[in-house]
């Protein structure tokens, strides 16, 4: 039992290493395109990531709305994303949804918030 067990939680530990790993290359391409002024791949590679729940991706999302690359400038959808990688644990987003708040409307910011409300209901998907 305790072999069949220890077995059980290394091949876990395995496939989580890959998964980490496959988002990682994934991540880093994103981040090459970027670089490279290649928004539509970038965007590419950042939104299934960000759909993941990766909240680095989803930040980078958020920047990419708020400078208008590769999208069309958004402040409100900045905010939803850079809101979600906040509350999934990234400390840039916190201090860029801050940040992007100071620019926007009541308004503008209560439709954020709502957009990030669905949108974390909806497990990131079609945000």
């Given at each position: 039992?305790?072999?069949?067990?220890k077995a059980l939680i290394l091949a876990v530990?395995?496939?989580?290493?890959?998964?980490?790993?496959?988002?990682?290359?994934?991540?880093?391409?994103?981040?090459?395109?970027?670089?490279?002024?290649?928004?539509?791949?970038?965007?590419?590679?950042?939104?299934?990531?960000?759909?993941?729940?990766?909240?680095?991706?989803?930040?980078?999302?958020?920047?990419?709305?708020?400078?208008?690359?590769?999208?069309?400038?958004?402040?409100?959808?900045?905010?939803?994303?850079?809101?979600?990688?906040?509350?999934?644990?990234?400390?840039?987003?916190?201090?860029?949804?801050?940040?992007?708040?100071?620019?926007?409307?009541?308004?503008?910011l209560e439709k954020a918030q709502e957009l990030?409300?669905?949108?974390?209901?909806?497990?990131?998907?079609?945000?």
């Open positions: 039992m305790k072999t069949t067990f530990a395995i496939l989580a290493t890959s998964i980490t790993a496959s988002l990682a290359q994934d991540f880093n391409k994103g981040r090459k395109a970027f670089d490279k002024a290649d928004y539509a791949t970038a965007l590419s590679e950042f939104r299934p990531l960000a759909e993941e729940g990766f909240a680095l991706a989803q930040n980078n999302l958020g920047y990419m709305y708020y400078n208008g690359k590769g999208v069309i400038q958004n402040f409100v959808i900045a905010h939803m994303w850079w809101n979600i990688a906040a509350s999934n644990g990234h400390e840039n987003a916190v201090y860029n949804r801050d940040k992007i708040a100071k620019l926007m409307t009541a308004s503008q990030a409300r669905e949108c974390v209901q909806k497990n990131y998907k079609g945000c």
